[in-house]
């Protein structure tokens, strides 16, 4: 008998629900690697602790990249009245953050807090005018007996639980957990394909904080070629720039940060298989783990392809489950296709002499 299918939905509201700061990914990442048990022949970790599951293969080698952390913060200060400072890890707006209810994640198991803010009544007008920022929010813990168990350097994120309507997801950490289950659907996909291309999944570590987890996954598993999946904004007005539609499915990067010939054949294969995709230009460094992957060892031939996201870096994320079943359906015959792509971008050394 066979693997149940995996259900997108299911998979993105079970993930993104899973707290996993940078630098802190490791429940997020046993989760993942129990689903991918069935579609891949070994799995390890880094020494930077990112997830590596490997699909043996005698052809070309290939990685899928998507990081598992999420942004959070950390405790920086404790009143002895119960009341916590924050400081962000990742790039959060504190406008965001403002009233929303929080977890600490203590030595001791989780404890509950409410970001708190001066009420409006007792603000002075200068006040009133100015954007709040970290020195004017705080987290009450009161409500804990035991919150005297919080300790500086203590983990926080944000409550919020995902939910789904007509198709489309809003949960928190889309960024970037709806890669992840894209990568695990084209897992589930290639499982099911004739492919020689020995494929590596990265779930990679610290990406909101610089990236060293996808650069150090891609080192050990000496890569021929890299996909990095990520997300972009989606449904936004960016001057100069086209819209990236939700609904209308993932973003291919075109610029000098990717590989201009393997991108072609990842735009190839789309339209040869029928999967809608969008063009999203990059004139330099992606701000993505492509920029990591792209400089292992001699180089890594890479791609960037994104999923349109609406809400990045908000408690409340929004997304389309048919985006991430394409962007997973590219994934899945770019890489069973390899063999053609090597054919043409491997060009025969010529000898000669300095």
């Known amino acids: 008998m066979g693997n149940k299918e995996l259900n997108t939905k299911e998979l993105l509201l079970k993930l993104s629900s899973i707290p996993g700061p940078s630098g802190y990914e490791d429940e997020v990442l046993k989760e993942i690697e129990q689903v991918m048990k069935p579609y891949c022949d070994e799995s390890f970790r880094t020494p930077m602790g990112s997830l590596v599951c490997v699909k043996n293969g005698t052809g070309p080698s290939i990685g899928f990249f998507a990081h598992a952390d999420q942004i959070a913060f950390v405790v920086t200060k404790i009143y002895e009245e119960g009341f916590l400072r924050l400081s962000g890890v990742g790039g959060w707006d504190p406008k965001a953050v403002v009233s929303q209810k929080v977890w600490v994640h203590t030595k001791s198991g989780k404890l509950r807090g409410v970001v708190g803010f001066m009420p409006?009544?007792?603000?002075?007008?200068?006040?009133?005018?100015?954007?709040?920022?970290?020195?004017?929010?705080?987290?009450?813990?009161?409500?804990n007996p035991n919150w005297k168990d919080i300790s500086i350097g203590d983990l926080v994120t944000i409550e919020a639980e995902g939910f789904d309507k007509n198709g489309t997801i809003f949960a928190p950490a889309l960024d970037n957990r709806a890669s992840c289950v894209a990568i695990i659907k084209a897992a589930e996909l290639l499982s099911k394909m004739k492919t020689d291309s020995k494929i590596y999944y990265v779930f990679s570590t610290q990406e909101e904080i610089g990236g060293p987890g996808a650069r150090s996954g891609a080192y050990i598993s000496?890569?021929?070629?890299?996909?990095?999946?990520?997300?972009?904004?989606?449904?936004e007005d960016i001057p100069g720039y086209p819209k990236i539609k939700m609904g209308e499915g993932p973003a291919i990067a075109?610029?000098?940060?990717?590989?201009?010939?393997?991108?072609?054949?990842?735009?190839k294969v789309a339209?040869?298989?029928?999967?809608?995709?969008?063009?999203?230009?990059?004139?330099?460094?992606?701000g993505t783990d492509t920029d990591e992957v792209q400089l292992t060892r001699i180089g890594v031939k890479t791609a960037l392809v994104s999923?349109?996201?609406?809400?990045?870096?908000?408690?409340?994320?929004?997304?389309?489950?048919?985006?991430?079943?394409?962007?997973?359906?590219?994934?899945?015959?770019?890489?069973?296709?390899?063999?053609?792509?090597?054919?043409?971008?491997?060009q025969p050394k010529e000898e000669g002499t300095c």
């Open 254 to 267: 075109v610029g000098p940060v990717t590989n201009k010939k393997f991108v072609e054949h990842v735009k």
């Open 120 to 143: 409006p009544h007792l603000q002075t007008t200068e006040e009133s005018k100015k954007v709040p920022d970290y020195d004017h929010l705080f987290v009450d813990v009161t409500m």
């Open 271 to 286: 339209g040869k298989y029928n999967i809608k995709t969008q063009i999203e230009a990059i004139a330099g460094r992606s």
């Open 222 to 235: 000496e890569i021929e070629y890299g996909i990095v999946i990520d997300v972009t904004h989606g449904d």
């Open 307 to 346: 999923i349109p996201l609406k809400y990045m870096h908000n408690p409340y994320e929004k997304l389309v489950i048919k985006d991430v079943e394409d962007t997973a359906k590219l994934l899945a015959f770019t890489a069973a296709e390899l063999t053609e792509v090597q054919e043409t971008t491997d």
